[in-house]
């Protein structure tokens, strides 16, 4: 196998890894934030679900600034990575995000098995 080959599975291992955690993330943010926020909304869903205006889904968000911003940063996150994924999909890495992954692998091999993503990059194939 040449030295490329193995340099370039290492990186798609980390960027699978680091791609894991970042979802694991929004799940959690989902299941607190977002549970949280629709919790507090949950009357005026209701209120939505009877008489759906585009008016009172602003107003609901407008004076439910908390439970909007909660929201707000469940649903970017979520759209951040299916756009960055997607991205991925049709286009691969860019010089950029590849360089960023190189210079994180360089400081993961550097550390040795003493580094948290060792073991999920280095460590044998699951």
């Known amino acids: 196998m040449d030295c490329d080959d193995i340099h370039s599975r290492y990186l798609e291992r980390l960027r699978v890894v680091l791609l894991?955690?970042?979802w694991l993330t929004t799940v959690c943010l989902w299941l607190t934030v977002g549970s949280l926020s629709l919790w507090s909304l949950r009357h005026e869903i209701a209120q939505v679900q009877r008489y759906f205006t585009w008016a009172a889904v602003r107003y609901a968000l407008a004076y439910n600034r908390l439970a909007a911003l909660g929201l707000g940063l469940c649903v970017g996150l979520t759209v951040?990575?299916?756009?960055?994924?997607?991205?991925?999909?049709?286009?691969?890495?860019?010089?950029?995000e590849r360089r960023r992954l190189e210079r994180l692998l360089q400081r993961i091999q550097h550390q040795g098995n003493r580094h948290p993503l060792w073991q999920p990059v280095f460590g044998p194939r699951r």
């Open 20 to 22: 894991q955690r970042w």
């Open 80 to 96: 951040a990575l299916l756009v960055n994924e997607s991205r991925h999909i049709l286009w691969g890495l860019s010089r950029e």
